[in-house]
C-alpha cells in the first residue's frame, strides 16, 4: 500500500488527539495537514490543542483553523464530562502555545490542498462535517480531485448501535446535520465509519496500562489524557474506552479490517431522530424516498478489532520507540 496524503479534520478532543498520534506514527502516512473545528469543545480550544500537539509531537504540517458554529443548529456547550474543560482530560497545558495558525480558513485550505495534488489527499474527518461541507460548496471540483474520505459519523444500527448523543443520532453528525446531510449527497469516494463499528472497539484498561509502560512518552501522555475519559465511560458500564476517531485512521490504512455496506445515506432534519444516519443498502428496492438519485457510500459494520488494537499498539510503540517526535 503506498503512502496516503492525509489532512486531519479534527476537534480534539481525546480520541482525537490519539487518533492523530495513529496517523502521525504511521509508517504509511503523510500528514499533510490539520484542520480544526468546533465539537468537542469551542474552536479556539480545539485550534489551540491542534497546536499544541503539533508541538509537542514535533508533527510537521500546518494546524488551520475552521468553523465555529454548525450550519444548522447551535453550538451546544462543550461536553466538559467527557473530554475535560480544555478539551484533553484537563492534563496541565501550557499557557502559550507556540507558533501560529495557517492564515487560512480551514476550508480554503483543504480547498487548496486537493487542488494542489490531485488525487493524491485523503481526507480522515473526525468532528462536525462542517469544514468539509464549507468546502464542496465553494469547491465543487474538489469531489472529483480527493483520493479519499473518510469520516467517524452516524450509526446505523448494527450490533444494536444507533447513537451517542442522543438515543438516535450520533454526536458529529448531530453537532451539524446539515453538513453531514450535504457530504452524504456529493458523489465522492467517501467511507462512513460509525458507532456500529467504533463502540464494537475497546481499549481496556490494562491495554491503555501496557501502552504506557511500553510507548514511552508517547504511551504516558496518552495515559495522560484518558483517565477523564475512562471514568467516563465505566460510568455506563464500559470498561475501558471505545475507540471512536482512530476507527477512521484504521479504515484509511487498513480497509482490510472492515466489513462495509453500500448504499445512499440520508440524515434525519427534525424530530426525535434529528441527527439520525439511514442508509439504503443497494442490495434491496424500496418504493422512491429520499435516497432516490444520491449516490452509493461505504458504511462501517464489521471491524476485526484485536487486529485493529494490535494494529494501533504497534504503530505507536514503535513510533515512539524510534523517538520520532
Ligand atoms: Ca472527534
Redesign the pocket.
Same mark, same amino acid.
Do not use: A, I, P, R
Given at each position: 500500500m503506498r503512502v496516503a496524503k492525509v489532512i486531519y479534520d479534527?476537534?480534539p +478532543?481525546i480520541?482525537?488527539a490519539m487518533a492523530l498520534l495513529f496517523l502521525h506514527y504511521s509508517p504509511l502516512v503523510d500528514l499533510v495537514g490539520i484542520t480544526s473545528v468546533m465539537?468537542?469543545a469551542p474552536i479556539e480550544v480545539t485550534t489551540r490543542n491542534a497546536l499544541y500537539l503539533k508541538n509537542l509531537f514535533n508533527i510537521a504540517a500546518p494546524v488551520a483553523k475552521g468553523a465555529a458554529a454548525p450550519l444548522k443548529g447551535e453550538m451546544r456547550a462543550a461536553p466538559a464530562h467527557i473530554h475535560g474543560h480544555n478539551g484533553l482530560g484537563d492534563i496541565p497545558l501550557p499557557e502559550h502555545i507556540e507558533g501560529e495558525v495557517d492564515p487560512r480558513t480551514a476550508h480554503r485550505f483543504i480547498i487548496d490542498m486537493v487542488r494542489a495534488n490531485p488525487h493524491e489527499i485523503s481526507i480522515v474527518a473526525? +468532528?462536525r462535517m462542517t469544514n468539509l461541507a464549507l468546502a464542496l460548496r465553494e469547491a465543487p471540483d474538489i469531489a472529483h480531485l480527493v483520493r479519499e474520505v473518510v469520516i467517524?459519523g452516524g450509526a446505523f444500527g448494527y450490533h444494536g448501535h444507533l447513537g451517542n448523543i442522543t438515543p438516535a443520532a450520533e454526536a458529529?453528525i448531530h453537532g451539524d446535520v446539515l453538513a453531514a446531510d450535504e457530504i452524504f449527497a456529493v458523489n465522492w469516494p467517501l467511507t462512513v465509519v460509525g458507532l456500529d463499528v467504533t463502540v464494537e472497539t475497546v481499549m481496556t484498561h490494562d491495554y491503555l496500562q501496557n501502552l504506557r509502560s511500553d510507548a514511552d512518552f508517547v504511551g504516558e501522555f496518552i495515559w495522560d489524557i484518558s483517565r477523564l475519559y475512562e471514568q467516563f465511560y465505566n460510568s455506563f458500564g464500559v470498561e475501558g474506552i471505545c475507540v471512536?476517531?482512530s476507527s477512521a485512521v484504521a479504515y484509511l490504512i487498513a480497509p482490510q479490517l472492515f466489513k462495509t455496506r453500500s448504499g445512499p445515506i440520508c440524515v434525519v432534519q427534525e424530530g426525535i431522530a434529528y441527527g439520525e444516519t439511514i442508509q439504503k443498502s443497494d442490495m434491496r428496492r424500496h418504493p422512491p424516498g429520499p435516497w432516490e438519485g444520491r449516490p452509493s457510500h461505504r458504511i462501517c459494520i464489521d471491524v476485526e478489532r484485536e487486529a485493529f488494537l494490535s494494529l494501533y499498539r504497534e504503530t505507536i510503540v514503535t513510533g515512539a520507540g524510534k523517538g520520532l517526535k
Open positions: 479534527t476537534d +478532543g480520541d482525537d465539537g468537542n473526525v +468532528g467517524m458529529n471512536h476517531d
